[in-house]
């Protein structure tokens, strides 16, 4: 059985095979305050007025997510929404064969989870891949926000706007991009979302969410290293030319950059 045909129980127990805590969500306190300061990690919430964000720290929680921890699954309720900081999730869409394929990315830079209408089910799976922290929500409070209308709609509307093109980007180079290109966008998505630029990843987790062969990644991993854009050793990927990684990635990752370096910029603005 290749890799495109792993289950979505199958993908989620490769990534859990390695976490380093348990799959349990945790409260980084009982009640932790949530501060201004500590909220401006996330660019969406610091992007709000003051008084807009400050409304809703009775309301935000702060929380530890672990790495392999599934944030809601495909058909399931939306009832929370997270603001990563820290961590990095994967947003995965499953076929009905058990076929796994990452069709987005989300950071420090994005939400998580947004529901504008009660009841509404997930489109896809969110799985945190790289562990951190990040501000949870109840969704019927982000409509009640929504619908006082403001920053926080035009907000959000603009991020998805982002989020969408990102979608559409890696559609299309799922499709047109040589293994090489995927992988390297795959890895700069990560590189943008980190603090550094250490990769803590396996070939088995990259392969499942690009939905190719472990074998093809190991190829294109070996190609990059030896072009001197990467190292790899088992479990860790150093990015050691990052503007060669851009240029080999090229409209494969460029689009959907553009479209996140412009939103902030249109926020800035404002």
């Known amino acids: 059985m290749n890799?495109?045909?792993?289950?979505?129980?199958?993908?989620?127990?490769?990534?859990?095979q390695t976490m380093p805590v348990g799959s349990r969500e945790y409260k980084v306190a009982s009640r932790p305050v949530v501060s201004y300061s500590g909220t401006q990690q996330n660019e969406l919430l610091a992007a709000l007025p003051r008084e807009v964000l400050e409304s809703l720290f009775e309301h935000l929680e702060l929380v530890t997510l672990p790495f392999g921890k599934e944030l809601f699954e495909f058909g399931s309720k939306l009832e929370n929404v997270y603001f990563p900081t820290t961590a990095i999730v994967s947003l995965?869409?499953?076929?009905?064969?058990?076929a796994?394929?990452?069709?987005?990315?989300?950071?420090?830079?994005?939400?998580?989870?947004?529901?504008?209408?009660?009841?509404e089910r997930a489109m896809c799976s969110a799985v945190v891949q790289s562990a951190g922290y990040g501000y949870r929500l109840k969704a019927q409070h982000l409509r009640e926000a929504f619908n006082q209308g403001g920053a926080l709609p035009q907000l959000l509307m603009r991020y998805n706007h982002a989020l969408f093109a990102q979608m559409a980007q890696n559609a299309v180079g799922g499709r047109h991009s040589s293994i090489e290109q995927k992988l390297c966008r795959w890895l700069l998505d990560r590189l943008d979302r980190s603090l550094s630029n250490e990769l803590k990843v396996t070939q088995e987790m990259i392969s499942i969410m690009l939905g190719v062969r472990r074998e093809?990644?190991?190829?294109?991993?070996?190609?990059?290293?030896?072009?001197?854009?990467?190292?790899?050793?088992?479990?860790?990927?150093?990015?050691?030319d990052r503007s060669g990684l851009e240029r080999y990635a090229g409209e494969c990752y460029k689009v959907a950059k553009t479209e996140y370096d412009r939103l902030l910029v249109d926020v800035a603005g404002c």
């Open 3 to 16: 890799n495109t045909q792993l289950s979505s129980d199958t993908a989620k127990q490769s990534l859990s």
């Open 92 to 98: 995965l869409y499953v076929m009905e064969d058990g």
């Open 100 to 119: 796994t394929t990452e069709i987005a990315v989300v950071g420090h830079e994005g939400v998580v989870g947004v529901s504008m209408f009660p009841g």
């Open 216 to 240: 093809s990644i190991t190829a294109a991993a070996g190609k990059l290293q030896e072009d001197g854009l990467i190292t790899y050793r088992r479990g860790n990927i150093t990015v050691i």
